[in-house]
């Protein structure tokens, strides 16, 4: 198993430890599996305890034994009793006083209220959630090598789609052989989303005029399922020529995140499919062109969305009617849905070394979804994009 | 797509409402997509809202278009903002003053804020969870319906395991294609937990002396996967002769949960394994006897876990050493993770129509996991078992 690089690990601590000392909080608490190996290069039941300075301390309820055997560049300590927590840090000098940080976009009530009722009474609890989210959005050299061999994999899954589309094969037999394919490729299965019920399972294989139906998650696509259990992604229709046929999967190697969508279709698209199609490629160019570093999210949405407005076709625009989503790309590291956002407000500009899953969609009653998705990272000398299938549809024969 | 039975769903509704009423308790408000499922049969975004009375009201903020095309049992508004919930409820008579409840153990922190300081203030928030966990760990007809499909492929499947085992697979490509065979067979993919950070990707194919590597999910078995970024499960490690190899997976068809461990071997097994799963099976014998209706959870822990203590293998039954897991069984659902739990302490005695994996598994140093696990009903009539393939290891040749 591949390490994450110590500079790499202590580098993220560190500058943490800035942003915890220039907020004035004492001590903060990680716990979240993502944030966790962000933070420690571990995933463990248990806490990263840092303060502004000086040594963080990792306390480990499990696994313990495997704990002990790493060797990390900081302290651990081990414990049973969440109610030992306390007591094991003010041994070490953390957490005497002064506000305490915790992931409270992704903490549960109950332990938030548990902290900060009975482990930590009489203290403030306040949310580390911008802070982290804005240290995770720049990718580190590390990162982002992690993403390309995400990509790498993801590209050539799609290109073994175009292989596998076949009049009469369903959704599901097509999303669960790609599912397979990547497995073996390495893919880590699990596909981390922040956002509280923003389930996801590799992503949506799709296909023709039932392709367009939304979901109960914050994405473009969405689809049925194929039960009511878990109502998104790849249901048991069939392929069926002249349809667009839409894969959108993420893969993971080593954590890491790419996403990517791509298009097929037995036969010829419509018409409106084709011109819906200029349309993207179109905003793909757009958007190489705004998205700069320095650029406001907010008005590359604008910009991007003028002109699928001017082409009249806006309210079949990523998603339709009142489902549509108010977001052009997504940030993707750890997790599926990270900052930043290309939408009318996110509040900070693109900075080099941020990864956007750029994702522009139409969805045409009666035909589908056409569009693409590409992973890019932002450059100084503009988007390099680390997904590379070719982004033209799969006519297949 | 198979609805859930509309008389199924109110009598769950009704039966909470019933709840909140004692408990005076004049909205709940239910979100987490497991419960909402529960009890409305749909999964939105969004909220179910129920007072003791009278007709509840699903909120939903998306997807609108598909809930307005479904034929629910119940009231339905759309909203785009949660600022908007209050006041919609208000118009229906819901929420004007009185105790709110919510799913303290899953919603995260800042949406609990929100309610408690924003939509809500002045108002006590209280936790749901005991009520909602306590309802659904009693399954209906209909829910033993869907186990027992999903029982049925994990059977299948772990048949397939027998056939596809052959020396120099590696972990990954074992649970890979049987992933694979899985979501043809109609799984949903997604196996839902309830436990924040409690990470479960269809379950853990493990084989040999590194199997028994304890992980960061509170489960028996761990593994170490093959990635520092999500350290369980099936690593790279290639099956070899006369190591015990245990394929430990979850189905989930329309919502519900099947779990079950089967062993193979290549060759034969080590003595001290035989040994140890003589006492498996006498576990299970014991279980038979001890899981009756009004058995205390307790009593049949300290029950099985005497039998242990007298073959003198207690350091080595349900993981290893200090990273052992305090249960030998846990209900499933449509969460893995559901009540009721086999533990030392578990408050609430078995009830009929109660579904729990039971996984009796001793972790054997230089050797590796042996352990069965199946799903099994709690009738009048004793253990009824869900998962049926026979209990014994496949010892291939």
Redesign the interface.
């Known amino acids: 198993?591949?390490?994450?690089p110590v500079a790499e690990i202590l580098q993220r601590q560190a500058d943490l430890q800035e942003m915890l000392a220039d907020a004035e909080i004492e001590l903060a608490l990680i716990?979240?599996?993502a944030d966790l190996?962000y933070y420690s290069?571990?995933?463990?039941?248990g806490f990263l305890a840092l303060g502004p300075a000086g040594d963080p301390l990792l306390l480990v309820r499990?696994?313990?034994?495997?704990l002990q055997e790493l060797d990390l560049p900081f302290p651990v300590a081990?414990y049973r009793d969440i109610r030992d927590v306390p007591r094991i840090l003010g041994q070490v000098g953390l957490g005497h006083n002064g506000a305490i940080g915790?992931e409270?976009?992704?903490?549960?009530?109950?332990?938030?209220?548990r902290l900060h009722e009975e482990l930590f009474p009489q203290r403030s609890i306040v949310?580390l959630?911008m802070m982290i989210r804005k240290q995770r959005m720049i990718k580190s050299a590390y990162e982002i090598a992690q993403i390309r061999r995400a990509a790498a994999i993801l590209d050539e899954t799609l290109e073994e789609a175009a292989r596998l589309i076949r009049p009469g094969l369903s959704e599901?037999?097509l999303?669960?052989?790609l599912?397979?394919h990547l497995?073996?490729a390495?893919h880590?299965?699990?596909v981390?989303t922040r956002t509280?019920?923003l389930?996801m399972?590799?992503g949506h294989v799709l296909s023709g005029a039932a392709g367009i139906?939304?979901?109960?998650?914050?994405t473009p696509s969405?689809g049925?399922?194929?039960?009511?259990?878990?109502?998104q992604?790849a249901g048991t229709k069939r392929l069926a020529v002249g349809e667009p046929i839409s894969v959108d999967l993420a893969a993971?190697?080593?954590?890491?995140i790419a996403d990517e969508t791509r298009l097929y279709v037995l036969g010829d698209l419509p018409e409106a499919a084709c011109k819906a199609l200029e349309l993207v490629e179109r905003l793909f160019e757009l958007y190489e062109v705004e998205a700069q570093v320095g650029s406001l999210p907010g008005e590359i949405y604008q910009r991007l969305r003028g002109e699928v407005k001017a082409a009249g076709l806006e309210d079949y625009f990523m998603g339709?009617?009142?489902?549509r989503v108010f977001f052009l790309g997504h940030g993707v590291g750890?997790e599926l849905d990270e900052y930043p956002l290309i939408t009318a407000k996110f509040p900070f500009p693109l900075a080099a070394d941020m990864v956007i899953a750029f994702e522009p969609k139409f969805f045409l009653p009666e035909i589908g979804m056409v569009g693409f998705e590409d992973t890019g990272r932002i450059t100084a000398a503009g988007v390099e994009w680390l997904t590379r299938s070719p982004r033209r549809v799969w006519q297949l024969r």
Chains 1, 2 share one sequence.
């Open positions: 198993m591949e390490p994450v716990r979240q599996a190996y290069s571990v995933i463990v039941d499990r696994p313990q034994q495997r081990f915790a409270l976009d992704v903490m549960p009530a109950l332990l938030y209220r949310d959630t599901l037999e999303s669960a052989a599912e397979y497995r073996l390495g880590q299965g699990l981390r509280w019920n389930e399972f590799f139906q939304a979901a109960y998650v914050e969405g049925t399922g194929f039960s009511h259990g878990f109502p992604g993971c190697v080593n954590g890491y339709v009617g009142r489902d750890l």
